[in-house]
């Protein structure tokens, strides 16, 4: 029987068991549905060591600003110290002061990182407070967070500000507060160059062009879809654009921060920007265009502190900072001791008011604890959840997106639309419906990660289409669209009869695996699990947690895509029986999960 998790994000622990049922404790709408690296090191202790970890500095073991430079590659000594004040610090240790003189001049300070390797996505993760003596007035310019970017500083006479980003020199993203009179308070926004930021000479109303100034600052992007310049003209960020309230900070008060910047493949509008503030999604812009040649990555991350003028001295602090190529999240408390005695009352009904004993020796229950779960000794060796959960009961993941425009032509008689996959009744709603493109005869869906994983378990909560000449699956997928050898493991279930799933591979585009398992239920009726276990010399596929089948020969190397789609058939008659043109069909998706550590 596969081993089902028990996941606690709030201590940072998983229990493992081998038969009760499974309990998925999913995180608010408005927070990621991922715990990051740090739920794996409480109080950050070791975390530089985790594999996606570019960098960790959380200043506690400098004696002395120029011990910086070990890490870092610009820092502006003049204007920064280290600060061990309990009140200016995360937790103990040291952090980092930025200073900013009363001035009437433009001034910034702050830590530069070239990465040592270019990459296309990167995390950053950073506590920062902001003194309450900030004050930089409604129209000056301000930058006072984290950055990310590409070519910004490194692209000759086209780097630096006021350059427009044309999708071969620079791209930035500086998540960041602004006070302006558009906006009441100290209000979040990502500050950003990229190809299609508003230049000054193509605002759509033609009437308001201003004469153009051969240069451009960046464009401001709100939570809600505003974006400075021409707030009444809102954002293009794709069909699945969540709108959120503008969050606004208190100065005088940490704050865990968090910016994800991924890049766009090139000639496709699949980057993204997503911001986190302690913990929870505050805006997420998806459609976004980065760059338009692969060579322009992201080089340089960044920490900035300053404005135009500061009608006084002021200050900022920064601690617990964190590179990485993988979400990362707050720092995790060291609480798993309570972790345990809560999970272990919770699931086997005891009650510690009641006077109850948790003591190795006492009324068998360290027995019972040791029968069902894996000793508290072994859990600093396993992951803290899954590599990846998205819960669509909460809505969107920040993992994947919908295919929207184009068609995989051969068997597939449709089109993927983006509008096809949504959110409703607790579920990722995939649906098959008619096309008004006369080029199609039916538009359908796919949801999709943006990401490669590899060996792992993989599973769905999924209830499937009944109707023939359809099919609905769950499945890894990468091939030549990705500069790969088209290598897939399929779950499909055929429309014409729910009461089986078909299991299939391709490894360098080599099939003829299937098998058919009787399930000895209707997919269509209900929800049940579905998964496989994908090793280097095997795969074996689950149904509601039970082994079903493995196969061990030829078995694929690549690392893919997760992905769900919904399609008609065309030509397969043999296969799905024909499709009769019914409309629309839904299957529903409740959850997905991978993790590289269950196999």
Not at 355 to 364: H, K, T, W
């Amino acid at each position: 029987m596969k081993i089902k998790k028990f996941i606690l994000p709030v201590m940072g622990i998983v229990l493992i068991a081998a038969s009760l049922p499974v309990t998925n404790i999913a995180a608010d709408s408005e927070k990621n549905l991922q715990a990051g690296i740090a739920a794996l090191y409480p109080n950050d202790a070791g975390i530089s060591g985790h594999p996606d970890v570019i960098i960790a500095d959380n200043f506690d073991s400098y004696s002395q600003m120029p011990d910086l430079r070990g890490i870092w590659s610009t820092v502006n000594e003049d204007h920064m110290n280290l600060c061990n004040e309990p009140e200016n610090t995360v937790g103990t240790g040291q952090s980092l002061q930025l200073n900013i003189p009363e001035q009437n001049i433009e001034r910034y300070t702050g830590l530069d990182l070239y990465l040592p390797e270019k990459q296309d996505t990167v995390y950053i993760r950073y506590y920062q407070k902001i003194d309450e003596s900030y004050a930089i007035g409604n129209t000056v310019s301000n930058h006072n967070g984290g950055s990310i970017s590409g070519g910004y500083w490194t692209c000759g006479d086209d780097s630096g500000p006021g350059i427009c980003s044309n999708g071969t020199n620079k791209f930035l993203a500086d998540l960041q507060s602004t006070q302006s009179t558009e906006f009441d308070g100290h209000s979040m926004m990502v500050y950003t160059y990229h190809p299609d930021m508003r230049y000054n000479d193509i605002c759509p109303i033609p009437e308001m062009n201003p004469t153009p100034r051969g240069q451009q600052y960046a464009d401001h992007l709100y939570p809600d879809g505003e974006v400075m310049p021409w707030t009444y003209w809102k954002g293009d960020y794709g069909e699945d654009f969540i709108p959120r309230p503008k969050f606004n900070i208190e100065l005088g008060q940490w704050y865990c921060y968090e910016l994800m910047l991924k890049t766009n493949t090139p000639g496709q509008r699949d980057g993204r920007l997503t911001a986190w503030v302690d913990g929870e999604i505050i805006m997420d812009f998806g459609n976004m265009r980065f760059r338009d040649i692969a060579d322009l990555q992201i080089d340089l991350v960044g920490f900035t502190f300053g404005c135009a003028s500061s009608p006084t001295n002021t200050k900022s602090w920064f601690d617990n900072i964190v590179v990485a190529k993988s979400y990362i999240g707050p720092v995790a408390a060291d609480n798993q001791d309570a972790g345990i005695k809560e999970l272990k009352e919770e699931l086997l009904g005891i009650n510690s008011n009641a006077g109850s004993s948790f003591d190795a020796d006492a009324n068998g229950i360290a027995n019972v604890f040791d029968l069902v779960y894996v000793k508290k000794d072994l859990l600093s060796n396993l992951p803290s959840v899954p590599t990846v959960y998205a819960d669509f009961e909460k809505g969107p993941s920040q993992y994947f997106h919908a295919s929207d425009g184009w068609t995989n032509g051969s068997v597939f008689d449709c089109v993927w639309r983006g509008k096809n996959a949504f959110f409703a009744d607790g579920a990722l709603n995939l649906t098959i419906d008619e096309e008004p493109d006369a080029r199609y005869n039916y538009s359908a869906a796919e949801y999709r990660t943006y990401d490669f994983y590899h060996y792992g378990y993989y599973e769905t909560s999924m209830q499937a289409i009944k109707n023939d000449g359809v099919v609905s699956s769950f499945f890894t997928y990468t091939g030549e669209t990705d500069g790969n050898p088209w290598d897939e493991i399929d779950i499909e279930i055929l429309g014409k009869d729910t009461t089986k799933v078909q299991f299939n591979y391709f490894t360098n585009g080599n099939g003829g695996h299937e098998y058919f398992h009787d399930l000895g239920f209707d997919a269509s009726e209900g929800f049940h699990t579905y998964g496989f276990d994908w090793q280097p010399d095997s795969i074996t596929w689950y149904v509601d947690g039970e082994a079903v089948h493995t196969a061990t020969a030829d078995i694929p190397v690549t690392p893919a895509r997760i992905m769900m789609n919904v399609w008609p058939g065309t030509g397969v008659d043999g296969w799905l029986n024909p499709y009769d043109g019914n409309t629309p069909l839904t299957a529903k998706y409740q959850w997905v999960s991978y993790d590289e550590s269950l196999h």
